[in-house]
Structures are given as C-alpha cells and as structure tokens.
C-alpha cells in the first residue's frame, strides 16, 4: 500500500509541474544565503564602496557610496572636479550640487528623497520584505541573456515598483527593472548586475549597467573595493547648515586726478616792508 501511495504521488508530481515549485519566501531564503547568509549580513553595521561610472566616451565620475544602519547614506561623486553630494540621515534628504550653481546644502525632492531611501537600506529589499513593508509576489520565470531567473516582482512600501530577475543557479540577482516617478512622469529603468565577489563572506556586484528601458545609453557603475565596518560618524550623513557669507568689503573713496590737498597748510607770506 505504502509503495502504491509512494508511486501515485510521484505520478502526480510528473503529471503536474510545479507541483513542488519554489515559493516567494523559499527563493528569497536562498538570496539571503546565497549572500552569505542572514548572520553575516545582520552582523554589517556599515559598508562603503569606491566606485566610478562612465557615462559614456571620456565621461567618468568617481564616487563613494557610504551606507550605515539603521537608514542612512552618503553619495560623493566628482564632476568636472566639483564634488557634489547627496545623503540621507534617516529622516531628512539633502544634497550639494556644485556643478548646477548650488554650492550650499538643499533638501531633495520626494522623488529624489524615495530613491536616496532605497539606497539607505543597507540588506535590500527583500530582506524582512514583510517588516518592512513591501509586497513581493513570483511571475514565474524567464530567460535572461539564455540564464533561468526567477522573476519577483517588489512592490515597495513607497509605491515604486521593483522587478528582481534571481538566478536560478546561484540565486543571485542578476537584472533589476524599476519604475517610478520622476518630476510628475513614469520612467523605467533597467540594470544588468554581475562581477559578483566575496568581501569578507559576503558577496557583492561589482558591475552595474543602468539605462532607461530602451535606451542604448547606458551607465556602467564599475566598483573597485567595498569596505566592511568602516567608522562612520552619524554626522556625515547630517545636513551641514549653509556656509557663512564672505564679510562685505570697506568701499573705497572714488578716486580723482586732482592733486591730493597738503595734510597741513603752508606757512603764510611774510607782509612786505612799508
């Protein structure tokens, strides 16, 4: 009876597939573990990543990402040498744009304020999705560049929407699609990710390609070291107050071509004789 019982549950397996199909949370375990495991990335209390994009010929801008938890970042980027700044300390959004004419500290917009979020959070989206409240949902899978990926889609708590495509070898990340709002208007973008490596246990990408969808302009962000634990002071990521404005300068009196007149008058005529 047992073995019939044994061979009737094989027979379905066969006859429906995906009977034992991985689920949203099986695939998201086997990111985090894949990772390094939840242990190793809880234990990262910080990390920072040198990095350059190249924006196209000759068109490089160096950069450091520094992230810290709970929610915090700092982005450094160098433009033309002008180096410009973007930060999120948990609460507020801020940014310094030398290159735009800003040299003084400003707050970001809501959209620019919900993707300097994102980037704060130190273990990504799907780690504790539930907790912090995301929505993740499996489309099934699909091929990417001829590699099986699992495709999860991330409904995150801020409205924009994020498509992960997981490897489903190595259950690593290896396409991201995001649409979200800028200034009023839907845009899509989509990032190759790979180069993956070790740093200390974890692995980390270090290549991203981004474009717009359809785009054949692309950034490519190439990472050259990431940094584990390194001392971040929770100042670095606070809004400086604006610099003090330079003292006004004495105004000097207009100047002529007559002849200075003498400090002290000169001594008077003696009278003639009589």
Sequence with gaps: ???????????????????????????????????????????????????????????????????????????????????????????KAWQVMPFMG?????????????????TADL?????????????VELLGKEKIEGTDAYKLKITLKNGDVQTDYVDADSFLVIKE??????????????????DYKDVDGIIFPFAIESGMKGSDQKQKITISKVELNVPADDSLFKMPPPAPAAPAKAEEPPKTDKPEAPKTPPPAANPPNN
């Design 123 to 135: 273990d990504g989206p799907l780690v504790d999705y539930k907790a912090k409240g995301h929505k």
């Design 177 to 194: 699609a995001t649409t979200r709002m800028v200034r009023g208007s839907e845009q899509d973008i989509e990032s190759s990710i790979g």
């Design 1 to 91: 009876m047992l073995k019939k019982v044994c061979l009737s549950i094989v027979a379905l397996a066969i006859l429906v597939p995906g009977l034992y199909a991985q689920t949203v949370d099986d695939i998201i375990a086997k990111n985090i573990q894949a990772r390094g495991g939840m242990d190793k990335l809880k234990s990262v209390k910080s990390v920072k990543a040198t990095a350059t994009m190249t924006m196209g010929p000759g068109m490089e801008a160096p950069f450091t990402l520094t992230q810290k938890r709970p929610e915090m970042a700092r982005i450094e980027f160098v433009v033309q040498g002008l180096t410009g700044i973007q930060a999120y300390d948990g609460s």
């Design 102 to 118: 800003k040299k003084d500290p400003e707050l970001m917009s809501a959209d620019e304020t919900k993707e300097i979020e994102e």
